[in-house]
């Protein structure tokens, strides 16, 4: 699988996408759609959304992630929402393809360890966004 994320906003955009070489720095993409209430027995209207991406910091992706923490600290509206775009491929074929308005940063972790030294890879990253409440039916999913 390979994966295309871009996140936009006023003060600019931030593209982790292929690197080159057919391999993507993004290993791992969790989309969850989800209710505020997980004891309620009916369906509630009250819904949100959760993507985590998970991926590797390189040396082609070292600036790109670092936009991605820096963004995590922002707390002013202008720079907290963005909108984000997310491709899913398989070989050619587009499997997914999401586009979420207001997302926002919830967490940031970066790891490092031995385990990276042993690869092409500085270390890992997990980036969580969740959709601002209010924003849930403006998701697009093609595909």
Known sequence: MT?????????????????????SAIKKVDFQIAQDNLETNEKATSLFNTLVIEGEITDKTQSQTKELLE??????????????????????????DYYLKDMFC?????????DTSKSNSNGKFVLKMRQRKGS????????
């Open 136 to 143: 849930i039916d403006t998701i697009v999913v093609d595909c």
């Open 3 to 23: 994966y295309e994320l871009s996140i936009e906003g006023e003060a600019g955009t931030i593209n982790l996408n292929e690197n080159g070489t057919g391999n």
């Open 106 to 114: 919830t967490s940031y972790q970066e790891f490092f360890d031995e």
């Open 71 to 96: 963004w995590s600290l922002k707390t002013d509206k202008t720079n907290v929402y963005k909108t984000v775009s997310l491709v899913v491929r398989k070989d050619a074929d587009v499997i997914r």
